[in-house]
């Protein structure tokens, strides 16, 4: 088996399957390496779906991935004849005041407006007549994006290492990298069994296990967190069953933010809905993380967020899972070039939003190891800006 390569991606989870597909795809001799089979329950791409939209409220330097990430998705489809993208829309209410310009709200509408995204804003009245499962209160707005909606997770991932394969990528499952030494012309990877692969590039979209492969600062900078999403059973209540099953996805922020919370229309017939709040970023270790979600969680979730905000949700859950964030200082991608290893690119974390980009960024970072021009700048999201450590762009 060949061990030397053009590029090495080390992860093949939302980021690292699009790169490998990307760099395939422009004739790099590349391989992918992933400690598990993906697409898997270990990381953070799993539990079937993930919002996805195209004015983006976390900050306008998203819009851009977002909307190339979209054309590929579709180009992806129109390839393969599977549904990576479900366009059911996406709704982002605001209780009470938060329209303001500086809210998330007020950044999603002024998205849409820059980038000329078709969007409507709503009233309560409006939301409660068009999303009847959706109790707002009187003073409560939204702003409605019809080509917002869902992405397939792990079919897009599945999807991504098909066609990298058929492409000539090659796929190392269930090897990990322990080490990363800089060689002549290259990079060294480290695997645990004590094979060596070198390779001119390498790409560390690791997510929550990149801070212990990169070492310090990375340790440090990366905090893995455990977030849970909760499957919620439905009333057999035919008009809200209806509204469920048709509706979009939703993302409900407040001025109170613990009691932020999203979620996604039935896909299942209209039995269950899925929904989660971001967890408190209290740093774990992936490999010890407790993976069970208890009874008590969905029990508090449905207290704090679902009761007397979503029509037709049952107290009971059906089911809950964990998933896993790699969160930034500042909550924003990290994607530069590794301060002692100029071979070296790190494309991790995500901040837990990173899976509607994660098309877009693959292609991005291919273009960069195929010495082609930037079709989207990823300048904003270096490592350079963090206090932390003196990193290059």
Same mark, same amino acid.
């Given at each position: 088996?060949?061990?030397?390569?053009?590029?090495?991606?080390?992860?093949?989870?939302?980021?690292?399957?699009?790169?490998?597909?990307?760099?395939?795809?422009?004739?790099?001799?590349?391989?992918?390496?992933?400690?598990?089979?993906?697409?898997?329950?270990?990381?953070?791409?799993?539990?079937?779906?993930?919002?996805?939209?195209?004015?983006?409220?976390?900050?306008?330097?998203?819009?851009?991935?977002?909307?190339?990430?979209?054309?590929?998705?579709?180009?992806?489809?129109?390839? &393969?004849?599977?549904? #990576?993208?479900? %366009?059911? $829309?996406? *709704?982002?209410?605001?209780?009470?005041?938060?329209? @303001?310009? /500086?809210?998330?709200?007020?950044?999603?509408?002024?998205?849409?407006?820059?980038?000329?995204?078709?969007?409507?804003?709503?009233?309560?009245?409006?939301?409660?007549?068009?999303?009847?499962?959706?109790?707002?209160?009187?003073?409560?707005?939204?702003?409605?994006?019809?080509?917002?909606?869902?992405?397939?997770?792990?079919?897009?991932?599945? &999807?991504?290492?098909? #066609?990298?394969? %058929?492409? $000539?990528? *090659?796929?190392?499952?269930?090897?990990t990298a322990v @080490?990363? /030494?800089?060689?002549?012309?290259?990079?060294?990877?480290?695997?645990?069994?004590?094979?060596?692969?070198?390779?001119?590039?390498?790409?560390?979209?690791?997510?929550?296990?990149?801070?212990?492969?990169?070492?310090?600062?990375f340790a440090s900078?990366?905090?893995p967190t455990r977030?849970?999403?909760?499957?919620?059973?439905?009333?057999?209540?035919?008009?809200?069953?209806?509204?469920? %099953?048709? $509706?979009?996805?939703?993302?409900?922020?407040?001025?109170?933010?613990?009691? /932020?919370?999203?979620?996604?229309?039935?896909?299942?017939?209209?039995?269950?809905?899925?929904?989660?709040?971001?967890?408190?970023?209290?740093?774990?270790?992936?490999?010890?993380?407790?993976?069970?979600?208890?009874?008590?969680?969905?029990?508090?979730?449905?207290?704090?967020?679902?009761?007397?905000?979503?029509?037709?949700?049952?107290?009971?859950?059906?089911?809950?899972?964990?998933?896993?964030?790699?969160?930034?200082?500042?909550?924003?991608?990290?994607?530069?070039?590794?301060?002692?290893?100029?071979?070296?690119?790190?494309?991790?974390?995500?901040?837990?939003?990173?899976?509607?980009?994660?098309?877009?960024?693959?292609?991005?970072?291919?273009?960069?190891?195929?010495?082609?021009?930037?079709?989207?700048?990823?300048?904003?999201?270096?490592?350079?800006?963090?206090?932390?450590?003196?990193?290059?762009?």
């Amino acid at each position: 088996m060949a061990n030397r390569f053009d590029v090495a991606i080390i992860g093949l989870g939302a980021v690292g399957s699009a790169t490998l597909l990307q760099s395939a795809e422009r004739g790099l001799d590349c391989v992918g390496i992933d400690r598990f089979v993906p697409p898997h329950i270990w990381g953070s791409s799993h539990g079937e779906t993930r919002i996805t939209r195209r004015a983006i409220g976390e900050g306008l330097a998203y819009v851009p991935l977002a909307l190339r990430s979209h054309a590929i998705w579709r180009d992806l489809e129109a390839r &393969t004849g599977r549904t #990576l993208l479900t %366009a059911s $829309g996406c *709704l982002v209410l605001a209780e009470g005041g938060g329209r @303001a310009a /500086d809210s998330f709200l007020g950044r999603t509408i002024a998205a849409a407006e820059r980038f000329d995204i078709d969007h409507e804003q709503l009233d309560a009245d409006a939301i409660r007549h068009r999303f009847p499962h959706f109790a707002a209160g009187d003073a409560d707005h939204g702003c409605f994006e019809p080509g917002g909606g869902y992405l397939h997770v792990e079919r897009c991932i599945a &999807t991504n290492l098909m #066609l990298a394969r %058929a492409a $000539g990528g *090659l796929c190392r499952f269930g090897e990990t990298a322990v @080490a990363l /030494d800089p060689v002549t012309g290259g990079v060294a990877i480290e695997l645990a069994g004590g094979e060596r692969i070198t390779a001119a590039q390498v790409v560390v979209a690791a997510g929550s296990w990149a801070g212990a492969l990169l070492g310090e600062p990375f340790a440090s900078l990366l905090t893995p967190t455990r977030q849970v999403m909760h499957w919620f059973p439905l009333d057999p209540v035919p008009a809200l069953a209806a509204a469920w %099953a048709d $509706g979009p996805t939703f993302i409900w922020s407040h001025a109170d933010r613990t009691r /932020d919370f999203y979620g996604f229309p039935s896909i299942d017939g209209g039995c269950t809905i899925k929904t989660a709040n971001e967890q408190p970023p209290v740093r774990v270790t992936p490999d010890t993380m407790h993976r069970t979600a208890g009874p008590d969680e969905a029990a508090a979730m449905y207290a704090g967020h679902v009761a007397g905000r979503l029509r037709g949700v049952r107290a009971d859950a059906a089911r809950s899972a964990t998933c896993l964030y790699t969160q930034s200082p500042d909550a924003h991608f990290a994607i530069g070039g590794h301060p002692a290893m100029d071979r070296v690119l790190v494309a991790s974390p995500c901040s837990g939003h990173g899976f509607k980009h994660s098309a877009a960024i693959g292609e991005a970072i291919a273009q960069r190891l195929a010495g082609e021009a930037d079709a989207i700048d990823l300048a904003g999201f270096a490592l350079s800006r963090f206090d932390a450590v003196a990193l290059p762009a």
